[in-house]
Nanobody, 122 residues
């Protein structure tokens, strides 16, 4: 069973930056494709970013493109989400997830973290 643990969330002002980390419990995650999703209050879970297991392919939601960067360090079994130029619309619970296939759809991911809260104040 793969366990994913997010960290790095918190409170930040508009225009600020934050880096989320997603640490995996097993080395097998090195071959997983990783994704970040978020869920704002009263809304459904939405795709944020994805990275293939080699790191050679990445995708972003239009709303975060050019502001967020997804990376991974397979030696550390960890994926990251660097978030810049944050605004209140980015406020949400952020989840990392792992999948054996590369996808931007939440349904493709079968391993999920517990989520970390990101709050952007205006």
């Amino acid at each position: 069973q793969v366990h994913l643990v997010e960290s790095g969330g918190g409170l930040v002002q508009t225009g600020g930056s934050m880096r989320l980390s997603c640490a995996a419990s097993e080395r097998t995650v090195r071959t997983y494709n990783m994704g970040w999703f978020r869920q704002a209050p009263g809304k459904g879970r939405e795709f944020v970013a994805a990275i293939s297991w080699t790191g050679g392919e990445v995708d972003y939601a239009e709303s975060v493109k050019s502001r967020f960067t997804i990376t991974r360090d397979n030696a550390k079994n960890t994926a990251y989400l660097q978030m810049n130029s944050l605004n209140p619309e980015d406020t949400a619970i952020y989840y990392c997830a792992g999948a054996s296939v590369y996808s931007t759809a939440a349904e493709a991911y079968n391993h999920w973290g517990q989520g970390t809260q990101v709050t952007v104040s205006s």
